[in-house]
């Protein structure tokens, strides 16, 4: 059985994400589909618009064999660690042929000549890094800038007409993908990387030209800035429409930062900069930054207003939704430091099957690596209590919610899509 792997976070499922999953299942030709999929907490700092047993279910009826969650720990990451940790799980569970991610290039090569010079950290590369850092600009922007002089100054073949710009090598995907590839290289992985180009709707893309392709971040912005379910229904397949619907109606989405407004100011105001500086992200005194801008708010002042006072050139929008997730959740730079991530994920949390996904399973259980986790007990790892109280703090977020909605990784057993419910596609 060929098994291709997706790292996903189907914030919602749209019909984009369809069409990658078809692809990849033609590109590979596999004959199982693992999605890693990040939990209630994501890459760019942002809480999910639904829960990740909402979104599992979205990816179970598309057609995914087995959903992994991608652990808080490196869900809300910068796109190294993030990839370093989805892929050490892909590799983990023993049985993952080959790795199929979206791009904006659609073009692996290049790709794959920068991570083969990226994987082992030159020391110039460093050094130019660090140069571009004291510069004053974004990490995304410096690491980008970074690379173009190094391949400029010592593989100038490699950046052609059409790669030689920040624009091409700071695009979201590309970025992501670079380090997919620096990540399967650096564990020595026998996964086949692939890549697929994005098609009509760029990743940041706040509206749609196409009548059934819309960015994710158009979607949501229909959802959460018009609250108009129907205007984002040409652009989801209507499994994600029907999931949504019930779990708006349920008071369960959609979820966003303003929901979190009182419990993140409060863990602001309960802190000292001394405090603040110990929790991951917390860096390069951003701490002191944060508390002066607090004493600014005004009555009524949003998390989004917030996030505007304190975003310089240096500390993104990105960069400041992670550092408050972290403040969120409490999460310390002892928990998430470079030597606890650099060792991948301890364990696979199963979140979902189908039911040739069981099949899959009992393979799993037979060649990963690390344990696999269907049910959660008393004893976790420490790592994995971490998500369990990232599910204690969004459900908090719902409009009204009980013990089992705050404690749901313990009585939730992994979604099953029964026999008949047969995979839906757009």
């Not at 990540?183 to 992985?189: F, H, K, P, T, V």
């Not at 619907?245 to 930062?257: K, L, M, Q, S, T």
């Not at 799993?364 to 344990?371: C, G, I, L, Q, W």
Request: hydrophobic residues 40%; aromatic residues 8%.
């Amino acid at each position: 059985m060929r098994t291709v792997g997706l790292i996903v976070e189907y914030n919602p499922l749209h019909n984009g994400h369809v069409y990658h999953y078809q692809q990849a299942r033609n590109i590979s030709g596999a004959d199982a589909v693992i999605a890693v999929m990040s939990g209630h907490f994501l890459q760019r700092g942002e809480p999910a618009l639904v829960n990740k047993w909402a979104r599992t279910e979205m990816a179970l009826r598309m057609g995914a064999d087995v959903v992994i969650e991608l652990p808080v720990a490196y869900s809300s990451q910068p796109a190294e660690w993030f990839a370093y940790g989805a892929v050490s799980a892909l590799q983990a569970s023993g049985v993952v042929d080959s790795l199929i991610f979206g791009s904006e290039s659609g073009d692996i090569q290049w790709l794959s000549r920068l991570a083969e010079l990226l994987a082992d950290e030159p020391e110039l590369f460093q050094q130019l890094l660090a140069q571009r850092l004291k510069q004053g600009v974004s990490y995304p922007a410096a690491y980008s800038q970074a690379i173009l002089d190094y391949a400029a100054s010592h593989h100038p073949d490699i950046l052609d007409d059409s790669l030689a710009s920040l624009e091409d090598m700071a695009k979201p995907n590309d970025t992501l993908g670079l380090h997919y590839l620096i990540a399967l290289r650096r564990m020595r992985s026998n996964i086949t990387p692939y890549t697929v180009a994005r098609t009509k709707a760029g990743y940041h893309d706040r509206d749609s030209s196409d009548p059934h392709i819309a960015s994710a971040t158009a979607i949501r912005r229909m959802l959460l800035e018009d609250g108009d379910l129907v205007a984002a229904s040409p652009f989801v397949p209507p499994y994600t429409m029907n999931i949504l619907r019930r779990e708006a109606e349920a008071g369960r989405a959609p979820i966003h930062w303003e929901l979190f407004k009182s419990q993140l100011f409060h863990s602001l105001f309960n802190r000292s900069a001394e405090e603040l500086s110990a929790l991951s992200e917390v860096t390069e005194g951003l701490e002191n930054r944060m508390l002066r801008m607090l004493a600014q708010m005004q009555a009524d002042w949003s998390v989004d207003q917030y996030i505007e006072l304190c975003k310089t050139k240096r500390y993104t929008r990105t960069k400041l939704q992670r550092t408050m997730t972290r403040i969120l959740l409490g999460h310390h730079q002892d928990i998430l430091s470079r030597d606890v991530l650099s060792r991948g994920v301890p364990y696979l949390r199963v979140l979902g099957f189908s039911r040739a996904g069981q099949a899959l399973l009992k393979r799993m259980r037979r060649a990963s690596t690390v344990p696999i986790i269907t049910n959660v007990g008393k004893n976790v790892h420490p790592l994995l209590a971490l998500d369990i109280r990232a599910t204690h703090v969004y459900a908090l977020a719902y409009r009204s919610y009980a013990s089992q909605d705050i404690l749901r990784d313990y009585y939730e057993p992994p979604i099953c899509l029964e026999a008949d419910e047969s995979p839906n596609l757009i």
